[in-house]
């Protein structure tokens, strides 16, 4: 049986219509990818399959400051107590070679008085590193052994107070605590400033002492393939770098011209690429003059295109305030959607949506407008409504005492 023609010619058919239909561009989804630097400033690597693992202790001070804490108080406490079994055998040896262990000799001279056995010896090697002294126990003249022991573990003791005390200093005072009180917003911003595409970023300092010779430096992580062929998974693009008087909180803005890696990028590009921007601060501790170093990162979902910061910053009886609840907020403002290269290439489109922004303003002041007259003349009207009513009432009472 022959199949029926349809009366629809073909072309107008829901198939023809379909496919002449223009197809929207379809972007693939962005593949999540670990970020190299987490929001806390730490890297996100891990090393593997270190073979020279001699290396570390050639700068054994540096690897015990790196330690964790629990490792550090582990090491503190096994170097003490072993110094002093060592030495506390070293004094035992001394009072043995010397037979002061011998019950019979208990009237001679002795190396080292009321040393009778290795718990004494052990004692004594703790009053002499500690430099206790609690009197019972001492050195005589007698034996040059028990004085070279003596000056020995002087100088050994001296050498592990100087290394262990100054790791435990080096731990407390380090160059990350500082930067605890370095905040950075939690999203960056790309809006219009100034006529151009902006990258910008909030940072700030809690507390009241500053930082001296506040640097910020913007680098641009993404894995880049080379023209041979070689893939790149951590390509590191140095953006810009500014010197800072960090009083107050700062909005870094990065100009996104002809020498940025964010020139060819576009709002709807913005969301697909794997692109990470680290932000890193540095400077010299006003109190301690150490360097500190204060680190972050943003990557796509964390941008946000055609957004501005909020201004936290006001004046109150000649004093300036910050407001940091309102740290790290975002308004709305309008942005075109298209790259830098494109506005550079078209200005009419940076034009229109200033524009349509500036008509926008205006609409919105004049609905404020509009409500605040509205809003009086209820006012006008509702005083005037009571004072007819407060008249009435006192025209009817005067009435009633005419009548009487």
């Known amino acids: 049986m022959l199949a029926r023609k349809s009366i629809i010619p073909e072309e107008f058919g829901l198939p023809g219509l379909v496919s002449r ?52 108080l582990v090491i503190f406490t096994t170097t003490f107590v072993s110094s002093w079994l060592l030495f506390a055998m070293s004094w035992w040896l001394v009072a043995f070679a010397h037979g002061d262990l011998d019950p019979e000799r208990q009237n001679l001279s002795h ?53 262990m005390l100054g790791c435990i200093f080096m731990k407390t005072a380090q160059s990350n605590r500082r930067a ?21 970023i909030r940072i700030g300092d809690l507390r009241k002492s500053m930082i001296i010779g506040a640097t910020v430096r913007l ?14 998974p951590i390509h590191q693009i140095d953006v810009e770098g500014n010197s800072l008087f960090l009083l107050a909180p700062l909005i870094i803005c990065h100009v996104i011209d002809k020498n940025s890696p964010l020139y060819d990028l576009s709002a709807m590009e913005l969301q697909c690429s794997d692109l990470e921007v680290i932000v890193i601060l540095e400077g010299v501790v006003e109190t301690t003059g150490i360097t500190t170093q204060a680190r972050t990162s943003y990557v796509s979902e964390e941008i ?55 008509l926008s303003y205006q609409n919105s002041l004049r ?38």
């Open 21 to 72: 239909t223009p197809r929207k561009p379809v972007f693939r989804d962005r593949v999540n990818k670990a970020r190299f630097i987490a929001k806390n400033g730490s890297c996100n690597l891990a090393h593997k399959n270190i073979r020279e693992q001699g290396r570390f202790l050639q700068d054994v001070f540096t690897t015990l400051v790196d330690l964790k804490w629990r490792f550090t």
């Open 111 to 163: 190396c080292v008085t009321d040393v009778k056995s290795f718990t004494s010896a052990f004692l004594f090697s703790i009053e002499v590193q500690v430099t206790i002294g609690f009197g019972g126990r001492m050195i005589t003249e007698q034996c040059l052994a028990a004085i070279m022991v003596l000056i020995l573990q002087n100088i050994v003791g001296l050498i592990i107070n100087a290394v």
């Open 180 to 200: 605890e009180t370095l905040i950075f917003s939690r999203h960056a911003v790309i809006a219009v400033r100034n006529n151009c595409l902006c990258f910008m």
């Open 219 to 232: 680098q641009v992580v993404r894995k880049t393939t080379t023209p041979e062929g070689e893939v790149i």
């Open 304 to 358: 946000r295109w055609g957004h501005r910061f909020v201004p936290i910053v006001t004046e109150e009886e000649g004093v300036y305030s910050v407001d940091y609840s309102k740290f790290g907020n975002t308004v709305k403002v309008a942005t075109p959607s298209c790259s830098a290269r494109e506005l550079d290439e078209k200005p009419h489109i940076l034009i229109q949506t200033l524009q349509k922004s500036e």
């Open 367 to 404: 609905k404020r407008n509009s409500m605040r007259r509205n809003n009086s003349m209820r006012k006008v009207a509702g005083s005037s409504g009571n004072l007819r009513r407060n008249t009435s009432g006192l025209v009817t009472v005067a009435s009633g005492m005419c009548h009487r």
